[in-house]
């Protein structure tokens, strides 16, 4: 397979000059990015994201381990690695006396972009702020100025975007935007690393995860398999009658009358199958008028992980 990045026992110990202390912040992290796949980096607070985030980038020093980025190591071809990277970072730092043109040409010049090879009104166009290209940074909203980030860091067309957080904050209809954007970048090959709070999002939008908790690796693979490895799974039966007498249930099997009547199964899917569920109700002739059924979503992959 092709990765985009390469981890090999990343480590990073920040060093307090005041107190003399030391923070431990990322253990020995090993991990592996296929080329165009969208990967998210998942964690609480203080978990370590930013910080591998901006080691990636090249923005602090990792103390130990090999990171290697589109093939090359980072440690040895700093500059070409820089040149694979587009990196949208969390806060919206924009220069609030440039227009997005000026903006995206200044950048697209800082990375060496001949004036020719620039696309400058393609990328405004694609993220929506050519009605805007000529006006101050400071007047556009904070959507615009997110867009205006993310135009930035694709000037020079680099195969790897990075976000950090890139939808904290962001009304509904620009995440929205900006998930199918994300989508039709990987669509062109691109591969997006980013971090997000919100497991919804990551359950949506990632091809893979990874799990950080106090610094550790503590979840990575594909955010299929890591849902399909939670076994447990709940099944909603809608009556037609009121339950009068709970059926025998395997001990595996925990039963629950919800307020509105229905019942609530939760059960192991690797133990007993919904159909024998559903058996058992007929067998007991209760009437179903309709079934439903939660699957496992991230957040309980999230919580198991990150438990002490
Ligand atoms: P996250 O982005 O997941 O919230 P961070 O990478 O910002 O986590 O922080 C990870 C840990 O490293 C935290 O305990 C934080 O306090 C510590 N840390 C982050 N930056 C520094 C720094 N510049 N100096 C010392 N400790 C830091
Ligand atoms: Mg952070």
Redesign the pocket.
Known sequence: MNYALELTSVS?V???HINKKK????HSLSLSIPSGSIFG?L????????????IIAGL?NKSSGIISICGYDQQLYPEKSRTFLGVVPQELNLDPFLSPREALEIQAGLFGVRKRERETTKILEKVGLSDVKNAYARSLSGGMRRRLLIAKALVHDPPILIL?EPTAGVDIELREMLWNYIFELRSSGKTIIL?THYLEEAQKMCDRIAI?N??SLVEFGKTKTLLHRLKNKILIIHLNKKIVQMPNFPTTVIPKIKPDGSLELSFDRTVISTEKLIDICRDNHLSIKDITTCEPVLEDVFKLAIKD
């Open positions: 990073k920040y060093n307090n923070k431990r912040a990322l980096l964690g609480p607070n203080g978990a370590g994201k930013s910080t591998l985030i901006n602090t950090d971090t950080l106090k610094g």
